[in-house]
């Protein structure tokens, strides 16, 4: 059974820092790509950031590229999204998802992590 459990949410002011984590069960980590998507109130929901479990291509959206930052820790199956110089339009909850390398789906999700950013 995949279990996907982030953390680290809150609330901070404009220009401050969170790291959220996501802690992967039940994969076998090799063959799965990690990614954080986010949605915010009456917004889709978009895309963040990617990394694999092994070497491979690590991907960030435009729109917080230079301020985020994705990495991982295979030894505690932990992803980590590392978010800096934050801003209100930042706001949103955030999920930690993974798919399988061969696929472009990504079919297991997190219950979801609530990150507001005051002005």
Known sequence: QVQLVESGG??????????LSCTASGLTLSTYVMGWFRQAPGKER??????????????????????FTISRNNAKNTVYLQMNSLKPEDTAVYYCASR????????????????????
């Open 46 to 67: 978009e895309f963040v950031a990617t990394i694999p479990w092994s070497d491979g291509h690590v991907g960030i959206a435009d729109s917080v590229k230079g301020r």
């Open 10 to 19: 809150g609330l901070v002011q404009a220009g401050g820092s969170l790291r």
């Open 100 to 119: 399988l390398r061969s696929s472009g789906s990504y079919n297991y999700w997190g219950q979801g992590t609530q990150v507001t950013v005051s002005s």
